[in-house]
């Protein structure tokens, strides 16, 4: 059983920078592509960052892009979103996913279906 644990988050004010961490425990890591996903209060998830299975391959939407940073460790078996020069809109609970497809394209990676499995999430506060 995959299980997915987010951490890193915390309040910093605009300008800031943060990275989060997810932790995956399983089997089978490196066959993973990985993904963050954010949903503020009030609004539907939204994706953030993706990196296939071999770190070869990254997406991130223009949102976040020049900002937000995906990478992954095998051996840790972790992946992380480093986040920079952070806004308030970036204010959101951030969540980690997992997704056993290997076929890495724009639209089956930012589409939440596509993941099979999820991490509890981890809140990012970003003051102005």
């Known amino acids: 059983q995959v299980q997915l644990v987010e951490s890193g988050g915390g309040s910093v004010q605009a300008g800031g920078s943060l990275r989060l961490s997810c932790t995956f425990s399983?089997?089978?890591?490196?066959?993973?592509?990985m993904g963050w996903f954010r949903q503020a209060p009030g609004k539907e998830r939204e994706f953030v960052a993706a990196i296939s299975w071999s770190g070869g391959s990254t997406y991130v939407p223009d949102s976040v892009k020049g900002r937000f940073t995906i990478s992954r460790d095998d051996i840790k078996k972790t992946v992380y979103l480093q986040m920079n020069r952070l806004k308030p809109e970036d204010t959101a609970v951030y969540y980690c996913?997992?997704?056993?497809?290997?076929?890495?394209?724009?639209?089956?990676?930012?589409?939440?279906?596509?993941?099979?499995?999820w991490g509890q999430g981890t809140q990012v506060f970003v003051s102005s």
């Open positions: 996913a997992a997704d056993q497809n290997p076929t890495f394209k724009v639209v089956i990676v930012t589409n939440p279906a596509s993941y099979d499995y």
């Open positions: 399983g089997r089978s890591f490196v066959t993973y592509a």
